[in-house]
């Protein structure tokens, strides 16, 4: 239970949870675990930012007392009320005593809502400083980065950003550094965090992030609540952010999103991912069943386009599409081109019900939908492999 040092007089106090699997209701796989970072900040007064998920506060409070005794403790910034940053909160203010809790007015109603405990909370708001001695903490309002309580911490003098939900990445691991880990992995989680979490707030993602850009802050680090912490050029998350909330960074792939009953749906699908590949794109297939719902939100993200099937039961989609037609309304992404497919019997609805979901995901529709009725004829495997290669020229 080591504190890991970042910074002079800054320590990663944080929890480690290789064992959690979903987040969010189960909506979100968390493959690799999470961790849930917290940060000492030791000056003449000392402040803690961010606490942790309740059932590990024993460990984040081992780690600060290898430090200092955790009664020493003047200050506690709370950047974000959800529970898996704020449930030790209740035991932090019991033991620190009379440290003062600080927050977003915002964030005042929420706490209180979750833990009635009376605390005597100070709010602050963008561009108050808190002084702990030549160290000096600044904040920014982050209003839906990703709740509308969220702040970012900015500690002056080092020149770190601590952004709590923001650029982070739910990833557990001993390293603490975006820099010692597996570039593949960190990246897929970091795209995979944005996708599910904050793509439907894309254009407060944008404002915000140009707002901080034209203030000139100096950032060295940026050390987020969940994951690793970027040190290494760590604008280039930033930048990565800003094109994710306007669509770009797009790869040349196209994301083909079915599940079949007998097969027919199957089969149009393998022909479409022909069409799309000689095209000159690389169709990523995915069989829904087989298929993680998050991870097709983060292979989304930078895919030019997406193709969903299903075959139709009861006039309507299979039971399996449902949770990825619920992600693409939900999170909603805007102008992402798409198309829908599928077969049937002797009627059918799942196509429809496909493209309304789109249209309410504020997604672009670029071709009428691809129906078959039974088995899928020759002739009509050749059109859905045409269908695949218009599909590709329309999205490139």
């Not at 002084?131 to 920014?140: E, V």
């Not at 089969?267 to 991870?295: F, N, Q, Y």
């Not at 039961?313 to 999170?331: F, G």
Request: aromatic content about 10%.
């Amino acid at each position: 239970m080591e504190p890991i040092k970042i910074a002079d007089d800054v320590y990663w106090v944080g929890a480690i949870d290789y064992s959690i699997r979903t987040f969010h209701g189960f909506s979100y796989s968390t493959h690799h675990g999470t961790t849930y970072n917290a940060y000492l900040i030791v000056g003449d007064k000392t402040a803690l930012v961010d606490a942790v998920y309740g059932p590990f506060a024993e460990e984040m409070f081992a780690r600060i007392s290898r430090v200092m005794p955790p009664s020493d403790i003047d200050y506690v910034i709370s950047n974000h009320a959800e529970m898996d940053h704020s449930g030790a909160l209740p035991e932090v203010m019991r033991r620190l005593g009379n440290a003062e809790l600080l927050c977003t007015k915002r964030a005042v109603d929420v706490l209180q809502k979750h833990y009635p405990d009376g605390w005597d909370i100070q709010t602050v708001a963008t561009g108050d400083e808190l002084d702990l001695g030549g160290k000096t903490l600044r904040f920014y309002e982050a209003p839906m980065l990703h709740w509308p309580e969220s702040m970012f911490t900015y500690y002056v003098e080092e020149e770190i950003l601590l952004p709590n939900d923001a650029f982070g990445q739910h990833y557990a691991t001993e390293h603490r550094f975006a820099d010692e880990v597996d570039q593949t992995v960190l990246w897929h989680e970091a795209e995979k965090y944005y996708a599910n979490i904050l793509w439907p707030l894309s254009r407060q993602v944008q404002r915000k992030i140009e707002e901080v850009l034209k203030l000139g802050l100096p950032i060295r680090m940026i050390a987020p609540s969940h994951g690793l912490i970027w040190r290494k050029d760590p604008l280039e998350i930033v930048k990565r952010y800003l094109s994710w909330a306007k669509g770009e960074r797009l790869q040349d792939k196209v994301l083909i999103v079915w599940d079949t009953m007998w097969g027919s749906t199957t089969k149009l699908a393998r022909a479409i991912a022909e069409g799309v590949r000689d095209a000159g794109l690389t169709p990523l297939m995915r069989l829904i069943p087989h298929s993680d719902r998050s991870d097709i939100m983060a292979d989304l993200l930078e895919a030019r386009g997406i193709l969903v099937g299903s075959s139709t039961v009861h006039n309507d989609i299979l039971p399996t599409v449902a949770p990825i037609l619920s992600d693409l309304e939900v999170l909603k992404p805007v102008g992402k081109k798409a198309a829908a497919f599928g077969s049937y019997g002797w009627g059918g609805g799942a196509v429809r019900r496909i493209q309304e979901s789109m249209t309410r995901g504020k997604m672009e529709i670029v071709m009428e939908p691809l129906t078959v009725k039974w088995v899928p004829s020759e002739d009509e495997l050749r059109a859905a492999y045409e269908y695949g290669q218009q599909f590709a020229e329309k999205v490139k």
